[in-house]
C-alpha cells in the first residue's frame, strides 16, 4: 500500500512532459506556432534525408546531398528550393513563409465567412421569402396538432410552406417536428429562431405576406400572446394584413387579447372549451373521439358552400339535396350563422349552406327525399333529464369552469364531489365552492386525499357515481424527498390505475374522463371501453388550424360551442329509427330534421357487428342502408335549450370567436346527452 501511494505521489516522466507542453502551448499564439514549426521540421527533414539518401541518382557529395535535403524539405513546406548563398536561401524561406502566411489568411478569412454564414442559417436568422404561406408564433404542445393538421388541410393541393417562429433553436425545431409528425417533404417546413415578441424577429417569416397567422400560448401566462399581437401591429401597421387566430388560457384576457388582435383575427380561450369538453364528455360517452374525427382534416369536416339552384326555398328541401354531404345550418350572407333552422326557413340570396363532408366540394346536388323510409321512422319522445352524480378528482384552473358549467346545466339534486390531495393541490382549492354556491340544482362538496392512494379511493365509492372526471396536476407543490421532477401526467396516469383497480375489486364499470398533457400518454392509460381521454389543448388546436383554413367557421364554431354551449351530442338510434328495420341514412337525417337537429354520422357499438372501425362514420352516403339497432348512436347537432333561469347569466362564457365591435352575450345551457 506504501508503494502504491508513492507512485501515484510520483508524477511519471511522460505526465511531467505531458504538462509542460501543455503548459507551453497556453502560453501565447507565438508558442503554439513555435511548437507547429518544430513538428513539421520533425517529420519532414529525416524524411527527406530518407529519399536522397536511397536515391541512385543523388549527388556523391554530403553538401550536395544535404542540398538536395533542403531542395525537397523547402518544396514540401512550399517555402521554394533556391539554393546557392545562406543568405540567398533564408531570403527564399522568409518569403516562402510571407507567401504561406498570406495563402492561410485568405483561406481563413474565407472559412470564418461560411461558417459564420451557415451558423447564422443553423440559428435561423434568414428572411423567409414566401407567399401565401402560414406562420405559426411560439412553441407549446398545441404546436404539433397545429403542424400536423396544416399540412394535412394542404396535402394534394400543391406546394404550401409551413414556418414556425419560436424563441429557440432552429435546427432543433426542425428535426423535432419532422421525426414526431413524419413530414416527408421537409422543404414545405421552414423553422426560423427568434421572440415572437419583437417585430424585427417577426419579419423574418414574412407575416404580411402569409395567408394566415397562428399564435400560440407559450406557457401559462398570457402576455407572451399579447405583446405578440401588438408586436405584429406595430410591424404591419394599419394596412390589411394576414387572418389572425390566437388562443388565450385565461378568460380575463381575452377582450384585451381581442382589441390586440384587431377586426380581422379570431381568438380563442383554451380553458373554457377543455371545461366544456370536460363536461360533455362526463355525460355523453364517445363525444371526444367524435369530435376529433370531425374537427381533424383527416376525414369529413365543417364547409360553406353555395345553395345549389334557386336561393328562394325553405331549409327542408335543402337538407337533403346532397348525396355524400350532411347538411347542418345556413351562413347568412352578412356572416351570421343560424344551424339546425327551423324546416320551414326561406333561404336570402348570398346566403351559404353550413355542410359537413369529406372535402371542400360537396358534390352534384342531388334529391335524396326519395330513400326516405316513412315506415322506418320511430315516434318522437320527450326525453327528459334526471339528476347527475359527479366525481371530480384533482384541482386545476380548469376545475372551476367545470363546477361552473356543471351548476348552471345540471337538473335538480345533483351532486358533485370534488376532492384535492392536500399534499400537491393549493390548500384554499375548492374550499369555496361548498360555501358558495347556494343553488338547489347542483350540491357540492369538498373533500381532501389522495387519489393515487387506494384506499383513499376505495372509501369514496367512485363506482356509485354517473361520471368521473380526473384532472391533470398543473402546479404540484415542490416536494423535497422526490428523487426526481414527475412528469406532467402521471399522477392522473396513477389515479387512472387506481380507478381500474376498484372496478376489478367491485365488478362494476365506471365512466370515467382523463384530462391529459400528452397526447403520447393516452396509449398508456388504462381506461374501459366506455371512458375518454381529453388531451389539454387539442381540440384548441384543432379548432385554431380550421378556422385559418376556412375563416367563415369561426362564427360557425362560436354558435356550435359557445351560444349553444355545445350542442354535438351522441344519441341512441331509436330515438329516430325503429330498431331492427333496414333503413337509409337519409331517414335518419329526415327524423332529426322533425325534431330540430342535423344528423351529421353514426356509431355502430353493437359487438356482433362486422365494422372495421369502432370510431364515429361521419358523413355516410344518403343512400347507404343499414339495419340500425338499439346499441347504435347517432351524432346530431342539436340546438341550445336555453334553460338558464333569469337573471342567471353565464359571466364566464366568452365566445370563442367574436367578430369586432358586438357585444358578449350570455351562452345557452349545455345539451343534455
Excluded at 500500500?1 to 507551453?24: C, K, N, S
Excluded at 406595430?234 to 381575452?254: E, K, Y
Excluded at 380563442?268 to 374525427?293: I, K, N, Y
Excluded at 384535492?420 to 393541490?425: E, F, N, R, S
Aim: charged share 20%; with cysteine.
Amino acid at each position: 500500500m506504501a508503494e502504491t501511494g508513492r507512485r501515484q505521489e510520483t508524477p511519471l516522466l511522460r505526465d511531467r512532459a505531458r504538462y509542460l507542453f501543455d503548459r507551453t502551448l497556453a502560453r501565447s499564439t507565438g508558442a503554439l506556432l513555435g511548437w507547429l514549426a518544430l513538428g513539421c521540421l520533425t517529420l519532414v527533414v529525416p524524411v527527406s534525408a530518407l529519399l536522397v539518401w536511397t536515391d541512385p541518382q543523388a549527388p556523391p557529395t554530403v553538401t550536395g546531398r544535404l542540398t538536395a535535403v533542403w531542395r525537397t524539405s523547402a518544396e514540401t513546406l512550399r517555402l521554394s528550393g533556391v539554393t546557392g548563398a545562406p543568405l540567398r536561401m533564408l531570403l527564399a524561406a522568409v518569403l516562402g513563409l510571407i507567401a504561406l502566411l498570406c495563402v492561410s489568411t485568405v483561406v481563413g478569412v474565407i472559412t470564418t465567412g461560411l461558417g459564420d454564414r451557415l451558423a447564422e442559417l443553423r440559428r435561423g436568422r434568414s428572411t423567409v421569402v414566401e407567399h401565401g404561406h402560414t406562420v405559426v408564433l411560439g412553441w407549446s404542445e398545441l404546436v404539433f396538432t397545429v403542424v400536423a393538421e396544416l399540412f394535412t388541410a394542404r396535402s394534394g393541393r400543391g406546394r404550401h410552406v409551413v414556418t414556425v417562429l419560436a424563441d429557440r433553436d432552429s435546427a432543433d425545431m426542425h428535426t423535432e417536428l419532422t421525426t414526431r409528425l413524419g413530414i416527408a417533404d421537409t422543404s414545405r417546413l421552414v423553422c426560423r429562431t427568434g421572440a415572437p415578441t419583437d417585430p424585427e424577429a417577426l419579419a423574418l417569416v414574412n407575416p404580411g405576406a402569409a395567408r394566415s397567422v397562428l399564435i400560440l400560448p407559450c406557457d401559462d401566462s398570457d402576455t407572451g400572446v399579447i405583446r405578440t399581437l401588438l408586436a405584429l401591429r406595430a410591424l404591419l401597421g394599419p394596412r390589411t394584413g394576414p387572418r389572425l387566430v390566437a388562443t388565450v388560457r385565461d378568460g380575463r384576457h381575452l377582450h384585451a387579447a381581442r382589441l390586440a388582435a384587431g377586426p380581422r383575427s379570431t381568438v380563442l380561450e383554451a380553458d373554457r372549451t377543455a371545461a366544456r369538453l370536460l363536461v360533455q364528455s362526463a355525460r355523453q360517452p364517445g363525444l371526444p373521439a367524435a369530435l376529433h374525427d370531425l374537427l381533424d382534416f383527416s376525414g369529413a369536416e365543417f364547409h360553406t358552400v353555395e345553395v345549389p339552384g334557386p336561393a328562394d326555398r325553405p331549409y327542408e328541401e335543402l337538407a337533403l339535396s346532397f348525396e355524400d354531404a350532411c347538411v347542418v345550418g345556413i351562413l347568412r350572407a352578412d356572416g351570421t350563422p343560424h344551424l339546425t333552422p327551423p324546416p320551414d326557413t326561406v333561404l336570402r340570396p348570398g346566403d351559404r349552406l353550413v355542410t359537413v363532408a369529406h372535402d371542400d366540394h360537396s358534390g352534384t346536388a342531388t334529391d335524396c327525399r326519395d330513400h326516405i323510409d316513412a315506415t322506418a321512422l320511430a315516434a318522437a319522445v320527450e326525453q327528459a333529464d334526471g339528476p347527475t352524480r359527479t366525481l371530480l378528482l384533482g384541482w386545476n384552473r380548469r376545475a372551476q369552469f367545470v363546477a361552473e358549467i356543471l351548476r348552471r346545466t345540471s337538473q335538480p339534486g345533483s351532486v358533485l364531489d370534488v376532492v384535492t390531495d392536500p399534499d400537491t393541490d393549493p390548500p384554499e382549492a375548492a374550499t369555496h365552492l361548498s360555501h358558495s354556491d347556494d343553488s338547489s340544482r347542483l350540491r357540492v362538496r369538498h373533500h381532501t386525499g389522495d387519489p393515487t392512494c387506494f384506499a383513499a379511493l376505495r372509501a369514496l365509492d367512485p363506482s356509485r357515481y354517473d361520471s368521473v372526471i380526473v384532472l391533470r396536476d398543473e402546479n404540484p407543490l415542490p416536494d423535497e424527498n422526490a428523487p426526481a421532477p414527475a412528469r406532467p401526467d402521471d399522477k392522473t396516469l396513477l389515479t387512472l390505475l387506481m380507478l381500474k383497480a376498484h372496478e376489478q375489486e367491485t365488478g362494476r364499470g365506471m365512466h370515467v374522463v382523463a384530462e391529459l398533457h400528452d397526447h403520447r400518454a393516452r396509449l398508456l392509460a388504462p381506461l374501459g371501453t366506455t371512458s375518454d381521454v381529453v388531451v389539454r389543448g387539442e381540440l384548441t388546436a384543432l379548432l385554431m388550424t380550421q378556422i385559418s383554413h376556412n375563416p367563415d367557421l369561426a362564427a360557425v364554431f362560436e354558435e356550435i360551442f359557445t351560444a349553444r354551449g355545445g350542442a354535438l351530442a351522441l344519441r341512441c338510434a331509436t330515438d329516430y329509427i325503429r330498431p331492427g328495420l333496414e333503413a337509409s341514412f337519409a331517414t335518419v337525417t329526415a327524423a332529426a330534421l322533425a325534431r330540430g337537429q342535423a344528423a351529421i354520422g353514426y356509431r355502430s357499438n353493437d359487438p356482433c357487428a362486422d365494422s372495421q372501425s369502432p370510431g364515429v362514420r361521419l358523413c355516410p352516403g344518403q343512400s347507404e342502408r343499414r339495419v340500425w339497432t338499439a346499441q347504435d348512436e347517432v351524432l346530431v347537432l342539436t340546438p341550445g335549450h336555453g334553460t338558464t333561469p333569469p337573471g342567471d347569466a353565464d359571466p364566464l362564457s366568452l365566445p370563442l370567436a367574436r367578430r369586432p365591435h358586438q357585444d358578449d352575450a350570455p351562452a345557452a345551457e349545455l345539451p343534455h346527452g
